[in-house]
């Protein structure tokens, strides 16, 4: 029987209309690849592989790690848009790149190459003190640094840590010497000692000192306190909102992949988070559970692009060319 053109039409529109659908449920037809911006042992690099164990299980297939750090995660950023490729994923902190912006005048990629698939934790940042310092609060770090200008060395993670503290410091009027380190454990290392006055950093990196009793952290960063720290209070509680930031840590794919798919990966992901095993082990990573699907992972990210933009503006700060 012969179709008519519009029928013939019709049916070519339906089989466009069913393809991303069908790719949904038969994703992954081959071993998933997590690329991540840090090497083994980080927080981010724990949090993949506690998820790709849960993976496993619900896909069908295996969920290797792939950790690849340096440049200022622009390394994963180049393999993961390379790898071109639906099971090729980025997993880690969006603030490692929503800052590249303001950092570099050109950069091999788009910020819309890399899309949103779920949000999974929030990295706790807090910033220490040297216990043997005797400072209890923010505020108090402050009138002794006003106090003596120009003599108290401070550090933070370079990033968005690095934007939020330079941010407070102009905020608050603070004359203090930035010191840079590759070594993120031997800048804590410093801060116990007493030769760094003052880290701010992932609680993860702060907390074996913090534990020996010799890093006293001052504030948390994010929105909320933190079960981790419950007698420590947030930026905004302590009265200095310039240093609150969110360290969001979620799952990235290719512009290029089909809504259905994004939202699928998803919500595996995120049932997957929820499971009590993987919640408690990224507590104990210093992360707070935080899913999210793809619209509220892309409307954190916004908010941390906007805060960033202010801070940027505020501090007159220029790409590198």
Do not use: C
């Amino acid at each position: 029987m012969r179709m008519t053109t519009a029928r013939v039409f019709g049916f070519l529109a339906a089989l466009i209309l069913s393809a991303t659908p069908v790719q949904a449920q038969t994703w992954p037809q081959r071993p998933v690849k997590f690329i991540v911006p840090f090497g083994p042992g980080a927080g981010a690099d724990i949090g993949a592989r506690l998820l790709a164990e849960q993976l496993q299980g619900r896909w069908g297939k295996p969920v290797v790690i792939e950790n690849r750090p340096g440049g200022d995660s622009l390394v994963a950023i180049q393999a993961f848009l390379s790898a071109d490729d639906d099971h090729t994923l980025l997993f880690g902190p969006s603030g490692n790149f929503t800052v590249h912006p303001f950092q570099y005048a050109k950069l091999p990629y788009q910020a819309g190459d890399l899309v949103p698939i779920a949000r999974v934790s929030n990295t706790i940042l807090a910033l220490g003190v040297p216990a043997s310092m005797n400072i209890g609060t923010v505020a108090e770090f402050v009138a002794r640094v006003r106090a003596e200008p120009g003599k108290f060395n401070t550090s933070a993670v370079p990033g968005i840590t690095d934007f939020t503290f330079d941010y407070f410091a102009k905020t608050e009027g603070l004359s203090v010497v930035k010191v840079p380190y590759r070594d993120t454990v031997q800048a804590a290392t410093d801060v116990g000692e007493g030769r760094l006055q003052a880290y701010m950093a992932s609680y993860a990196i702060l907390q074996p000192q913090t534990q020996a009793g010799r890093i006293k952290a001052i504030v948390v960063n994010g929105r909320e306190r933190v079960s981790l720290l419950p007698d420590v209070p947030t930026a905004k509680e302590a009265g200095y909102p310039s240093l609150e930031v969110e360290g969001l840590v979620g799952l990235f794919g290719l512009k290029s992949m089909p809504q259905e798919l994004r939202d699928k990966i998803g919500a595996d992901l995120m049932a997957a988070t929820k499971e009590p095993s993987v919640s408690a082990r990224l507590i104990g990573t210093a992360q707070v559970v935080n899913p999210g699907g793809p619209a509220e992972f892309a409307a954190s990210i916004e908010d941390q692009r906007s805060k960033i933009a202010t801070i940027a503006q505020a501090l007159g700060i220029k790409p590198k060319q």
